[in-house]
């Protein structure tokens, strides 16, 4: 944010996760029970800052998901589905400096999303929800590398802490951060276009309980990422592609080559 004010978005993402991956490096699919998980991820949400100081923030998912496994009598199946994911809320304090260039966020990840769906071949680390409440906790900060400000970096970060889960299956707690620069020097009749470059690193521990696969959950990754952000006020456009340049999974987990986002956000 850099006012008071509110935005709405619209966000998709894709992701389609094909290869079997143990450790730092590709593995045979023979050695996989889960053979393919594609996933369309789509969220609305707005953001409004009441003040220079506090705001708020809801997104709300919805998925569409298609998974090909090995069932319980072995043969390989299919099943697909869509639905509400888990609902994110959030409060937002910039109060740190007058620009709003620092911030932190903290809120909760709602239980909203089913994680019943198939449960003879989709298992709960599959599900579009994960069936706990989880607790957010991040922060973010914005700087100049010219005194044009047409260079900027930036830096955020967000942990993901489960907190009250149920039926047996606690999903791992996640660290996601990510550190890009972008230049705001091109333009194009009322457009400005600027393009970008970031690194995003997760580390998620392994699920626990007594439906999870501990030994077969639990990650660390990072990516490098181009991005291209159109502004024709009062609309955003955002796109990049993210792709992983080293993972580490523990045991046997399906991994995806390239993660592809796109948002359109409204400034009101």
């Known amino acids: 944010p850099t006012g008071p004010g509110g935005m709405a978005f619209l966000q998709y993402d894709y992701q389609d996760q094909n290869r079997n991956w143990n450790g730092y490096s590709k593995a045979s699919s023979a050695d996989n029970g889960d053979k393919d998980i594609e996933t369309h991820f789509m969220s609305l949400g707005a953001q409004y800052m009441f003040n220079a100081k506090w705001g708020a923030q809801l997104e709300v998912p919805y998925d569409y998901r298609h998974f090909t496994g090995t069932d319980g009598s072995g043969n390989i199946a299919t099943h697909d589905w869509g639905g509400l994911g888990d609902i994110r809320i959030e409060g937002i304090y910039t109060g740190f400096f007058p620009d709003m260039s620092a911030g932190v966020t903290f809120g909760l ?23 706990s409440t989880e607790v957010l906790l991040g922060g973010f900060y914005r700087g100049s590398l010219d005194s044009g400000r047409t260079w900027g970096w930036y830096a955020e970060g967000l942990l993901d802490v489960p907190t009250l889960t149920q039926a047996g ?3 791992g707690t996640e660290f996601d951060t990510a550190a890009g620069i972008d230049y705001t020097g091109f333009s194009l009749g009322k457009a400005q276009i600027s393009p970008g470059a970031q690194v995003l690193f997760s580390e998620r521990t392994h699920d626990s309980g007594s439906n999870a696969h501990p030994d077969e959950t639990g990650y660390q990754r990072l990516m490098l990422s181009p991005a291209v952000e159109v502004r ?3 609309l955003i456009v955002h796109a990049d592609a993210e792709f992983p340049v080293l993972q580490h999974f523990t045991g046997d987990q399906l ?11 409204y400034m009101f």
């Open 109 to 131: 990840k709602l239980p909203t999303g089913s994680y019943t769906e198939d449960p003879d071949l989709v298992d709960r680390d599959t599900q579009i929800g994960t069936g």
């Open 169 to 171: 299956y606690r999903p």
């Open 232 to 234: 024709i006020h009062p």
């Open 255 to 265: 991994a995806a080559p390239v993660l592809f986002k796109v948002s359109v956000s």
